[in-house]
């Protein structure tokens, strides 16, 4: 790590026009609303409010003057936008007390309501018409400096480098505005690096806020640098902490913060899980043209933060203290949270592809995911896609509109027991998209990327094509090493939980109570499991959400016994 390093480099250009629903302008009654209990401010030109990392103090809504919001990078700020009277500063990290991105400075005398970030939080939770304006205008501010790259992360990196596809993913789905910069296509790139006094090997390199340098730096050391856990007290008991921002574990969260229950949140990498990285969700209720994962995850993320639920990002949980209550979580940055309730959404991964060589290429050819980042870099190309799920079929469909072809592999007879029917239709009508069933990967190569994939079909030939990236969706492996000897789980390693459990198996579980587990109730009194982890589950992400509500509802139960 390079602290004070203040390399010149040119700002990137402010090119992309800003989203005016972004900025409004608050009506005489929102604005008389507002300042109701909150101070007004003066201040003079050039008065600076709130500096680039500040944690930020509230918001200032204009009555008089005008306010510059500026990116600072090096000695060139970039322009973000300027603020009349009427309009308001702050975006979704100003709610959870995350650093600020901006500078915020006073280009004519004014004065400026002044909300108090507590009080800013009372207001978007019991005041509807003012929290509708906040934070739909606060989500749409993070989605347009995420769009414009105006954050204070420079990205220096390859497209070829896993290194550089995880720091990206990980910024991407925690919805952290940063400027990536590939090194690959960059005419002078030896100058580039000798600024930054970095060399190639080093690669990825991340500037936090341009004066920081973190060579391929772990998730939890960028979440360290830019504060994405700024202001959460660990050594604070909770009445609930859920393992896992999944559908299940962030419908928990809602729920439970809503309903009054001090709720906080690990997860391991960022809000949405598996769900998180679908190119569109089709049969969600309510989104009858679709959504996203990313989309979803961002809105649950900001409506759990709404009603009080805190959230640690690139924390993983490694172990369940239950030999007594309160029961605690020991936390991979040496922290132990204490809980009266425990919801276990820690979720299922996607197996690894158990084929000799694989494991070098993940993230360099290889991927679990299939977002726009990894789409992109199949433009015009022959990729294969291992998989047969409704995950697998969103991901063949979304990756057609980018590659040359898709070559969707299963194990099975075809995609009728696995997967909903509408993407069975999309796959087999698509001219991009072939299906070749009783197929498996048996062999890939390559140097510093994949090169080349073969794969054996029920004939036993084998078929070898140049392919250079291989996605891989098939089946998925329970995250439950971490709750050893503690819960019942399946012969798969999933959690079992309320009538699933025998009584031979309470009974060697020494289950203490006279009554029986209660619905989604683990053989340990108080702990839930809830998603994809789960024994059972529907691995939809509509019956997710439903049984972390549900979970909820059962906690409130045994916080009453």
């Not at 280009?107 to 970030?117: D, P, Q, S, V």
């Not at 060399?199 to 939890?220: F, H, W, Y």
């Not at 059972?536 to 019956?543: D, Y």
Request: aromatic share 6%.
């Amino acid at each position: 790590m390079i602290k004070g390093m203040n390399a010149a480099i040119e700002t990137p250009p402010a090119a992309l026009p800003a989203n005016p629903e972004a900025f409004p302008v608050l009506t005489k009654d929102q604005l008389e609303h507002a300042a109701v209990g909150n101070k007004v401010r003066t201040y003079g030109a050039g008065e600076v409010l709130i500096e680039p990392g500040q944690s930020p103090p509230g918001i200032f809504v204009v009555l008089e003057g005008q306010l510059e919001v500026t990116r600072q990078w090096d000695r060139s700020p970039t322009l973000i936008t300027r603020l009349e009277a009427g309009q308001f500063t702050g975006e979704c990290g100003t709610l959870i007390g995350h650093p600020t991105i901006a500078r915020i400075v006073a280009t004519k005398n004014g004065r400026a309501i002044f909300i108090e970030r507590e009080r800013l939080q009372s207001l978007v939770q019991n005041e509807p018409e003012l929290s509708d304006v906040f934070m739909r205008t606060f989500l749409l501010r993070r989605a347009e400096l995420f769009r414009r790259g105006l954050g204070d992360v420079l990205l220096l990196g390859s497209d070829h480098c896993a290194g550089t596809l995880r720091i990206r993913e990980f910024l991407t789905r925690n919805s952290y505005p940063f400027w990536n910069i590939d090194l690959d296509r960059e005419q002078d790139m030896e100058k580039l690096l000798r600024q930054f006094k970095v060399a190639m090997e080093d690669v990825p390199v991340l500037i936090c806020r341009g004066v920081i340098t973190l060579k391929n730096p772990s998730n939890q050391e960028i979440a360290d640098c830019l504060g994405f856990n700024a202001g959460i007290v660990v050594s604070k008991p909770r009445d609930v902490i859920i393992v896992g921002a999944g559908p299940s574990g962030l419908g928990a969260a809602v729920y439970a913060a809503s309903e009054g229950l001090d709720a906080l949140i690990l997860e391991t990498t960022a809000p949405g899980g598996q769900a998180g990285s679908s190119s569109r969700i089709e049969n969600y209720l309510g989104f009858p043209t679709g959504i996203s994962g990313q989309e979803l995850a961002t809105r649950a993320h900001a409506q759990a933060q709404k009603f009080g639920a805190q959230v640690m990002v690139a924390r993983r949980a490694t172990r369940l203290n239950c030999e007594r209550k309160p029961y605690a979580i020991d936390v991979d940055h040496g922290e132990r949270i204490e809980a009266r309730a425990i919801i276990i959404a820690s979720g299922a991964e996607y197996r690894k592809l158990s084929v000799p060589g694989a494991v070098r290429f993940e993230g360099a050819g290889v991927y679990y995911s299939a977002t726009p980042m990894e789409r992109n870099l199949c433009h015009d190309e022959e990729v294969i896609l291992v998989g047969g799920g409704n995950a697998a079929g969103q991901a063949a469909v979304f990756l057609a509109e980018k590659a040359r072809h898709v070559h969707v592999l299963v194990r099975g007879e075809g995609l009728a027991d696995s997967m909903s029917r509408y993407l069975i239709r999309r796959i087999e009508q698509h001219p991009r998209i072939t299906l070749r069933a009783r197929t498996q990967v048996v062999a890939v190569e390559g140097e510093r990327h994949l090169e080349k994939v073969t794969w054996r079909d029920a004939t036993g030939k084998d078929t070898t094509l140049p392919v250079r990236h291989l996605f891989v969706m098939a089946g998925a492996v329970p995250n439950t090493k971490w709750l050893e000897g503690c819960v019942v789980l399946d012969d798969k390693g999933f959690i079992k939980t309320g009538g699933d459990l025998t009584q031979e198996e309470l009974i060697s579980a020494r289950w203490p109570l006279s009554r029986s587990p209660h619905l989604l109730e683990t053989s340990l009194p108080s702990v839930f499991a809830v998603g994809d982890v789960r024994s059972g589950n529907l691995k939809r992400v509509a019956s997710a959400v439903g049984e972390g509500s549900i979970a909820v509802a059962m906690v409130h139960r045994v916080l009453r016994e």
